[in-house]
């Protein structure tokens, strides 16, 4: 059984960081891209970023190009996005995904950002 599970989310002030994490098991890591998505209260979910199967490659929406970064550990079966300079529009509940011949979804783990 596959399963994704995000962890690290929690309430940081304005300019904080976090560091959150999605460890997968049940599945062959390293033949996955994984991307992260978020969704606000009363908003659409939207993808922010992805990392390729070997980690070599990321891609990242503007909304958040410069401030998160996404590694990724193909010996811990975990992707990891740091989020620095965090701002109150950055409040949501955050989504892994892995991408291959079938995806997966996380759960998903509150972020909040505020004072």
């Known amino acids: 059984q596959v399963q994704l599970v995000e962890s690290g989310g929690g309430l940081v002030q304005p300019g904080g960081s976090l560091r959150l994490s999605c460890q997968a098991s049940?599945?062959?890591?390293?033949?996955?891209?994984i991307s992260w998505f978020r969704q606000a209260p009363g908003k659409e979910r939207e993808f922010i970023g992805m990392?390729?199967?070997?980690?070599?490659?990321?891609y990242y929406e503007d909304i958040v190009k410069g401030r998160f970064t996404i590694s990724k550990d193909n010996t811990k079966n975990t992707v990891y996005l740091h989020m620095d300079s965090l701002k109150p529009e950055d409040t949501a509940v955050y989504f892994c995904?892995?991408?291959?011949?079938?995806?997966?979804w996380g759960q998903g783990i509150q972020v909040t950002v505020s004072s």
């Open positions: 995904e892995a991408v291959g011949r079938t995806s997966y």
């Open positions: 990392i390729n199967n070997r980690g070599t490659f990321t």
């Open positions: 049940g599945l062959i890591f390293s033949e996955y891209a």
